[in-house]
RNA sequence: GCUGCUGUAGCUCAGAGGUAGAGCACUCCCUUGGUAAGGGAGAGGUCGAGAGUUCGAUUCUCUCCAGCAGCACCA
């Protein structure tokens, strides 16, 4: 039998017998290797220690120093191991499917007891238990058959249900831990005592659809993360408990910005200080639109339900949106809704989405290919019905208002708008705080409208614009509405979230649906394309980022509130009021604090409220006509005279695109 | 929408089958204090809503509403 060629990462070659494992190939090569082996990767694909190689290829053996390789098999290895925790525990309870997921594992269980935080500890200790057995992983590919007559055997129907959707053609392969046996691709550890005991931890339990699908049973999923060691197990831990900080709900309740009630759910009743985030964040938009050459318009938000019809929401999107029905005999007289006469109702529905109402505007008059491409804007304040589940914060509501616009353009205008918009929204972002962000580009889905010609034309200019501007994207085959391609844009943040906020798609189908034209050169009547495109998404979605992002700290010209000026003795109160007047004179969003209160718990207070810059006063400053600057997050404090502070506070209240 | 959990003062949270408590916040008084909580007093609650069990329910049961986590959803 001729032998097989294993090459190493150093570059080196040596021979084997066919079907050799990475096992044996360690073993050739020390013993310390492999018993410190933990997988290899042959020709690139992450392969099980016992898995034979039968042809020459490149092999690297694995060792706890290859993270991605470690954290892989380690949060599988615990997936399989928390399965059978539970079976010990529970022998009642059927097993489903455990995947590795970012940070760790989960497994989905089918029991009819809900599992108790109680449980977990219990689990936990059990895996433990487990892990300190050091049981051999041992594995074997099995036949269709038998495989299924195993399970039936065990009443386990769901892997039956697994081992059925597997292609026929794909080996179906069996691991052990102990006397535990799961059906895996694999690959695994060689034992389970090569899992760390202490760097792993069962976090929550919570319901999840079998296999994704809101209409088969609910399961209980069991979320665990681990580790390599338990330092970073820690920082992770660490790294929630920032996220829970910054939690914009409890941020918003601290800095007084916005509340929410259940007569409402959904919608934001914004205070003060919030709502002075939100204009001056939607002031900065509409100078940007106007310098990009938007024009800026408003439209109804209770429209009849026939434009619904003929734009095609009415079908597809009804039960996303709020219905209102009006008895139009009543004439404002009768307010017992109970007796509406039906012949005269008319039933309305609160706008989802602004481009109906867009094209109604454009439609209005004759327009030129001269005209084109016209750019509509509009801060439009939608209504959805979102589902209770979805509602979170201010970040997933009912009542929002987009940075909306449409722009109608012929069909080879859309690269330069394409371009055009991926500039405009770098800028943007830039100013905002995001200088990075990542574009995915979403072409045709399966069902879809239009002919392939049309798709390939669109999906090029797309294509061709990004690269024309010279940024990267990630492509997402399959992605796209169903009426044309689009761009998403990805805001990552200071924790290393993702956000999606901008959006650039283009449409030819509502055009079509609501008879929009244009009259081209040569005289006829032609369709125009509709590019939908927005930038933060909508301005509540995008604060509630902002205050994430910041952890409250907001940068100093979208604080709601700049400066308090506070003073230290009740004698400096009148120069405390000459301060925050000549603050407010230059636009600085400043306020006076001359309460009965010593100054340590004004500054407390006051920091607690994420004020960026407090000004003490007392009688020195008084004299001096000087203050005393602290900075959010800064220990020491700066005396300068008032009118450098006004001045300087002035430049900083400026809004990035002004300054 | 689905599964599980939760709902007590403005906030964070105790508590019990016989209609309630703490800390902070709030109001008043004392204190004029130099950079993250000075002291005292006071006021404040239909215990998420409705129904049932009970002599009696805020506490037990059911239904609904809302919130939280996850799933599904985000055309």
């Known amino acids: 039998m001729s032998q097989i060629s294993l090459t190493f990462p150093d570059g080196n070659a040596r021979s084997y017998n066919p079907g050799v494992t990475p096992a044996e190939v360690a073993e050739s090569i020390s013993k310390s290797l492999a018993k410190k082996a933990i997988s290899a990767t042959v020709n690139g694909r992450h392969w099980d220690l016992q898995w034979p190689i039968?042809?020459?290829?490149?092999?690297?053996?694995?060792?706890?120093?290859?993270?991605?390789?470690?954290?892989?098999?380690?949060?599988?290895?615990?997936?399989?191991?928390m399965a059978r925790a539970v079976q010990e525990i529970w022998p009642e309870v059927r097993v489903t499917i455990g995947p590795?997921?970012?940070?760790?594992?989960?497994?989905?269980?089918?029991?009819?007891?809900?599992f108790t935080p109680e449980d977990l500890g219990a689990i936990e200790a059990k895996m433990k238990e487990i892990i300190n057995r050091r049981d051999p992983v041992t594995t074997e590919?099995?036949?269709?058959?038998?495989?299924?007559?195993?399970?039936?055997?065990?009443?386990?129907?769901?892997?039956?249900?697994?081992?059925?959707?597997?292609?026929?053609?794909?080996?179906?392969?069996?691991?052990?831990?102990?006397?535990?046996?799961?059906?895996?691709?694999?690959?695994?550890?060689?034992h389970t005592g090569q899992v760390p005991a202490d760097a792993f931890k069962l976090m929550s339990v919570a319901g999840a659809y079998w296999r994704g699908d809101s209409t088969r049973?609910?399961?209980?999923?069991?979320?665990?993360?681990?580790?390599?060691?338990?330092?970073?197990?820690?920082?992770?831990?660490?790294?929630?408990?920032?996220?829970?900080?910054?939690?914009?709900?409890?941020?918003?309740?601290?800095?007084?910005?916005?509340h929410m009630q259940e007569e409402a759910p959904g919608q934001v009743f914004w205070h003060p200080n919030g709502w002075s985030i939100y204009t001056t964040l939607q002031d900065y938009m509409r100078r940007k639109q106007r310098?990009?050459?938007?024009?800026?318009?408003?439209?109804?938000?209770v429209v009849d339900r026939k434009l619904w019809e003929a734009s095609g929401h009415w079908d597809k999107y009804q039960h996303h949106m709020f219905i209102v029905e009006v008895d139009e005999s009543r004439d404002g007289e009768n307010d017992d809704a109970a007796i509406k006469d039906k012949a005269q109702t008319r039933i309305n529905a609160l706008k989802p989405m602004n481009c109906p109402c867009h094209v109604q505007v454009f439609n209005q008059g004759l327009k030129s290919y001269r005209d084109l491409p016209l750019r509509l804007a509009e801060f439009g304040s939608c209504a959805r019905f979102e589902p209770s589940g979805a509602l979170h914060g201010i970040m997933r509501v009912r009542g929002f208002t987009q940075d909306d616009a449409h722009i109608f353009c012929t069909e080879d205008q859309i690269q330069e708008e394409c371009a055009r918009f991926i500039d405009f929204l770098a800028d943007i972002y830039r100013e905002l705080g995001f200088p990075d962000f990542e574009i995915r580009f979403a072409t045709r889905p399966e069902k879809r409208v239009g002919t392939e010609e049309s798709w390939d034309y669109v999906e090029n200019a797309l294509e061709n614009a990004i690269?024309?501007?010279?940024?990267?994207?990630?492509?997402?085959?399959?992605?796209?509405?169903?009426?044309?391609?689009?761009?998403?844009?990805?805001?990552?943040d200071a924790i290393g979230r993702v956000w999606q906020c901008g959006?650039?798609?283009?449409?030819?189908?509502?055009?079509?649906?609501?008879?929009?034209?244009?009259?081209?050169?040569?005289?006829?009547?032609?369709?125009?394309?509709?590019?939908?495109?927005?930038c933060l998404g909508s301005f509540e979605r995008f604060i509630g980022i902002l205050i994430e992002e910041h952890a409250g700290k907001l940068p100093f010209w979208l604080a709601p509130r700049q400066v308090v000026v506070a003073s230290i003795v009740s004698d400096a109160d009148d120069y405390v009021h000459e301060v925050v007047a000549a603050l407010r004179a230059k636009g600085v969003q400043a306020e006076a604090d001359i309460r009965n209160e010593k100054i340590n718990y004004k500054v407390r207070e006051h920091s607690v409220g994420k004020v960026p810059v407090i000004l003490a006063c007392g009688m020195k400053e008084v004299e001096d006509r000087s203050v005393s600057l602290r900075r959010l997050g800064e220990k020491q404090t700066r005396v300068q005279t008032l009118e450098e502070t006004v001045a300087a506070l002035a430049a900083e209240a400026t809004p990035p695109d002004l300054a």
């Open 503 to 534: 959006t650039f798609q283009v449409d030819p189908n509502l055009p079509e649906r609501l008879g929009a034209s244009y009259i081209a050169p040569n005289g006829e009547k032609t369709r125009p394309f509709m590019l939908h495109r927005a």
């Open 291 to 301: 310098a990009g050459g938007y024009h800026e318009i408003n439209t109804p938000q």
């Open 54 to 81: 039968d042809a020459d290829s490149t092999i690297n053996i694995n060792t706890m120093q290859d993270d991605t390789q470690a954290l892989e098999l380690i949060r599988h290895d615990l997936a399989h191991i």
């Open 467 to 492: 690269k024309a501007v010279g940024r990267d994207y990630v492509l997402e085959p399959g992605d796209g509405a169903f009426y044309g391609p689009k761009l998403d844009f990805y805001l990552t």
């Open 100 to 114: 590795v997921i970012e940070k760790g594992w989960y497994y989905d269980f089918d029991r009819k007891e809900p």
């Open 217 to 258: 049973p609910m399961l209980q999923r069991i979320y665990g993360v681990a580790f390599k060691n338990r330092n970073d197990l820690k920082a992770y831990l660490t790294f929630l408990e920032e996220a829970e900080k910054r939690d914009h709900r409890k941020l918003g309740r601290e800095m007084d910005l916005f």
């Open 141 to 190: 590919i099995w036949e269709r058959d038998r495989a299924i007559a195993y399970y039936q055997a065990n009443n386990e129907p769901y892997k039956v249900e697994l081992i059925n959707a597997i292609p026929g053609d794909e080996p179906l392969r069996m691991y052990w831990h102990g006397h535990w046996q799961d059906l895996c691709r694999g690959p695994h550890l060689q």
